[in-house]
């Protein structure tokens, strides 16, 4: 044995002499280059005059930068940028990714521009190769109006014989009374990964449209104009049932005391609580009224006449669709699916929903056996009429998970 694997030994070592002189054979050296390759991101701010104020003409400095190769359930990187607003980083593989920017004034910094913490952010997928620059123009959180502040999805994967206990919250997060009477709550177009039937460049026209969000399942708040009134700092709870789910498990909620109810073709009622009639233009599948799911994009819109809105009909989709209209969309919130599911076998689209209504999905659903937490919309400040909700149209950086809280603020 050891005379044979001597032999193997020379043989191996006389090939190798002899390749440096046969034709057509080259050897490379190793790549010896001392500088690896490396992605530098740089962050500044979309409002000049307010970079001027902060002294970030330059850039953002200590902003978080958050990485997401699309491809990986939980590996996330974390950068921060130094003085100039740029950080650089040799770690990357390439791919798709998701990238996401914070940036939330310290109390010190907050009193050059009127004495109000504020936050700053954006996000975005793009592929990022062994090099180059990734800019990141972060935008101004929004003035307050009703915002998604909580939502309890379950996902996709969720098929288990229990899921009614799904809810959302709806939060005046401004300093005036909104009256939710005639308001529509739906699901914006879904299509959003690039499968055969209908690739990410036949659906582009429907997803990234400035002038608003498509939808075919939505539902409508009851009342006559002024019958339900929301007051600055008010939650208002949406159940998908508004029953005490508790009897079936006490790991689900008890939601018997919601403020309205979706309506479905065979669910229970309680009849102290609102309904919220279906009124879109297909029935969703199942009879307990449309579904609160993860890695989908939901809106809130203003009252309006369905009939004068445009309607359209996408040849992969053989059905009509209807738009609601970018300035009657008071919110527009954008979750993200946890695990693998059939959704995910396809690559995302770049754009999901035009940019500026919600840059980047956030948070991370619960998985189907957990009923214990919900997507919460971070708390940016105190306020005079309780707390101030970071409002960036990014639910990246917008959305956390947290322990589920029906009817209370808590994150």
Known sequence: MRSIRKSVVSVLGWAAFTACDTPGVTLIEPDQSSVPDSVKFVVSLADSALAAALGWSDGVPNAEIFLHRATEQF?????????????????????????????????????????????????????????????????????????FSELHAVSQLSIGPYQWHQFFELYNNGDTTVYLDGMYWGRAFHLYRDYPPYPCSATEAWRNDSLGVWAIFFHQFPGSGTDYPVVPGQVVVVALDAVDHSVVSPVFPNLSQADFEL??????????????????????????????????????????????????????????????????????????????????????????????????????????????IALHRRILRAGPNGPVLQDLNTSFVDLVTGMRSPGRIEY
């Open 75 to 147: 590996r996330f990187t974390e950068l921060h940028t130094d003085e100039t607003g740029t950080v650089g980083t040799t770690d990357l593989i390439p791919g798709l990714y998701r990238v996401a920017a914070l940036r939330t004034l310290t109390v010190d910094e907050a009193a050059a521009v009127g004495s109000v913490v504020r936050a700053f952010g954006n996000g975005f997928k793009t592929n990022i190769g062994r090099s180059g620059t990734v800019s990141i123009e972060l935008r101004s959180d929004q003035p307050g109006s009703l915002v």
């Open 263 to 372: 309506s479905g073709t065979a669910d229970v009622d309680n009849p102290d609580v609102p309904n919220m009639p279906a009124v879109g233009l297909r029935a969703w599948f199942r009879d307990h009224g449309l579904d609160i799911h993860a890695g989908q994009i939901y809106f809130l819109s203003l009252p309006l006449d369905l009939a004068t809105l445009p309607r359209a009909r996408p040849e992969f989709s053989g059905e009509d669709w209807i738009r609601f209209p970018r300035e009657a969309l008071l919110d527009v919130v954008w979750t993200s699916a946890r695990g693998v599911s059939p959704d995910q076998l396809a690559l995302p689209c770049d754009v999901a929903v035009y940019p500026l209504l919600d840059g980047l999905e956030g948070g991370f659903a619960p998985q189907w056996n957990d009923s214990t």
